[in-house]
């Protein structure tokens, strides 16, 4: 079974960082595309970044590019997503999601989510 | 960025109705185009992608169609489960944008 479990959320100060991790299970982690999305509270969904299998390959939404960071360790089958000078508007539950696997594509799973707050 | 845009934004129907949701992209996405439903409280889950390709363990009762711009999504007849929100998504060029949803109310 397909299992991504995000965890480092947390309440942080306007400027501060926060690096989420996604703990991956249940397939085979290095053959899928992995992404970040993020919902803020009572808002629609939004795609922050995505990583291609060997990481060789990164993408980003404009409004994050510079402060974010995603990355992945296949060894040890996670995804994470390093930010830094982070804002009021980042605050939002942040999903972990995997690709479908073949072209076109969709995240066909995906995570609880975690919660990250940005307020002083 | 591709710009994704959903209508209705909201929807208010009864148990076995037909409904239909549209979503149109800024520029042609070919078939790149991917819906999902949400729940409160839950994370999304894929229902259609290459616009009109049933996910796994998905009902029949949903469908996708469309091609290039404009894009829909079909419930044949609604069951009390599929009230919740409905996002299209393109995954042609990142960022893969997210249309702004539509909420499915009971009526």
């Known amino acids: 079974e397909v299992q991504l479990v995000e965890s480092g959320g947390g309440l942080v100060q306007p400027g501060g960082s926060l690096r989420l991790s996604c703990a991956a299970s249940g397939f085979t982690f290095s053959s899928y595309w992995m992404s970040w999305v993020r919902q803020a509270p009572g808002k629609g969904l939004e795609w922050v970044a995505n990583?291609?299998?060997?990481?060789?390959?990164?993408n980003y939404v404009g409004s994050v590019k510079g402060r974010f960071t995603i990355s992945r360790d296949n060894a040890k089958s996670s995804l994470y997503l390093q930010m830094n000078s982070l804002r009021v508007e980042d605050t939002a539950v942040y999903y972990c999601?995997?690709?479908?696997?073949?072209?076109?594509?969709?995240?066909?799973?995906w995570g609880q989510g975690t919660l990250v707050t940005v307020s002083s | 960025d591709i710009q994704m845009t959903q209508s209705p934004s909201s929807l208010s129907a009864s148990v076995g109705d037909r409904v239909t949701i549209t979503c149109r992209a800024s520029?042609?996405?070919?078939?790149?185009l991917n819906w999902y439903q949400q729940k409160p409280g839950k994370a999304p889950n894929l229902l259609i992608y290459a616009a009109s390709s049933l996910q796994s363990g998905v009902p029949s009762r949903f469908s996708g169609s469309g091609f290039g711009t404009d894009f829909t999504l079909t419930i044949s007849s609604l069951q009390p489960e599929d009230f919740a929100t409905y996002y299209c998504q393109q995954s042609h060029t990142t960022p893969n944008t997210f249309g702004q949803g539509t909420k499915l109310e009971i009526k």
């Open positions: 990583i291609k299998q060997d990481g060789s390959e990164k």
């Open positions: 520029q042609s996405i070919s078939n790149y």
């Open positions: 999601a995997r690709d479908r696997g073949g072209s076109p594509g969709g995240e066909g799973f």
